[in-house]
């Protein structure tokens, strides 16, 4: 397997639509090489850790989605990426979104795969997609590099032939 690339999105809404892109994290199977795109800077609250709040400093756009795109580029040698994630439904149409307003292209393509699909093939059960969050290491804490290197944890242990 070559040019999986795990991805985590965070935003202020259900969709581009009704919201807005704060950042998201990239992380390269099997290299673990990560990237981290701010849109919008936020850092944990002090009331709870787990939730993370706008500072009011913005960056942009297209320079963030520039970087991701060379950033992809390098780890897969010039080869088209494909993007995992624990939710693709949601995850994938902000990223998808970023790079056609502001790049005129999406280097991932119309397409991505969801972890807990691969997850119930394995197990031979359709309607279990969750069980294999368990088996990351990193916490998932809504830091969108920590989330999608958690999700490359678990998946690399469902490899390994762990359930």
Known sequence: MKNLIFVDCEATGKSPSTGKLTEFGAVAYPSREAFHGVLVERNPSDENPKI?????K???EKEVFEKFDAWLTEMTNGGKPLF?????AFDWQWINDGFWRTLGKNPFGH????IGDFYAGLIGDFTDAQSWKKLRRT???HNPVHD?????EAFERLLKGER
Not at 111 to 114: I, V
Not at 148 to 152: I, Y
């Open 52 to 56: 993370r709040v706008a500072t009011g």
């Open 58 to 60: 913005t960056f942009d």
């Open 84 to 88: 995992v994630s624990d939710n693709p």
């Open 111 to 114: 397409s991505a795969r969801r």
């Open 139 to 141: 916490p998932h804490d």
């Open 148 to 152: 999608a290197l958690g999700n490359l």
